[in-house]
């Protein structure tokens, strides 16, 4: 797959998870997830299943919970990154929550096989390179 093609896969993942959990169809059955250190939640998740119980994960702590991609990039063939943003409300506090990070995005053979998380684009893009 291209560039392009990368970036409206990592699309397609935001698309389907704008107002639930996430589609597992453009996943490997491997997927490791890891969160940026600052997230409500910890990790790695591991595998389709993983990906569920990190949305849930999510949802006990957050109501109304939405996470948009706000903007995609691949800087290569086997990676893409993008800014994205988390709303709704914490429910141990009634605080508003919208937080914005970035995520570098790794894909084998048309399917995402591995997510992270970090606090900005560039260090996303400094992972590549590490």
């Known amino acids: 797959m291209g560039r392009e093609e990368n970036v409206e896969l ?7 998870f704008a107002d639930g959990p996430p589609p597992t169809d453009v996943l ?13 939640i910890k990790g790695p998740y591991e595998g389709h ?13 957050i109501d109304d919970l939405r ?10 063939d086997e990676h893409v990154v993008t800014l994205q943003r988390m709303t709704g ?11 914005r990070w970035a995520g570098l995005t790794r ?10 998380g970090y606090a900005s684009r560039s260090e996303a ?6």
């Not at 059955?29 to 600052?38: S, Y």
């Not at 894909?107 to 992270?116: D, R």
């Not at 893009?125 to 590490?130: E, H, M």
């Open 10 to 16: 990592v699309r397609r993942f935001f698309t389907g």
């Open 28 to 40: 490997a059955p491997d997927i490791t997830m890891r969160n940026l250190a600052e997230f409500p």
């Open 49 to 61: 299943e993983g990906i569920r119980r990190w949305w849930a994960d999510l949802a006990e702590v």
């Open 67 to 76: 996470i948009e991609g706000e903007k995609f990039a691949a800087p290569d």
């Open 89 to 99: 409300t914490f429910k141990s506090t009634g605080l508003p929550v919208d937080e």
């Open 107 to 116: 894909i084998e053979n048309g399917l995402v096989v591995e997510i992270t």
């Open 125 to 130: 893009l400094d992972a590549i390179d590490a």
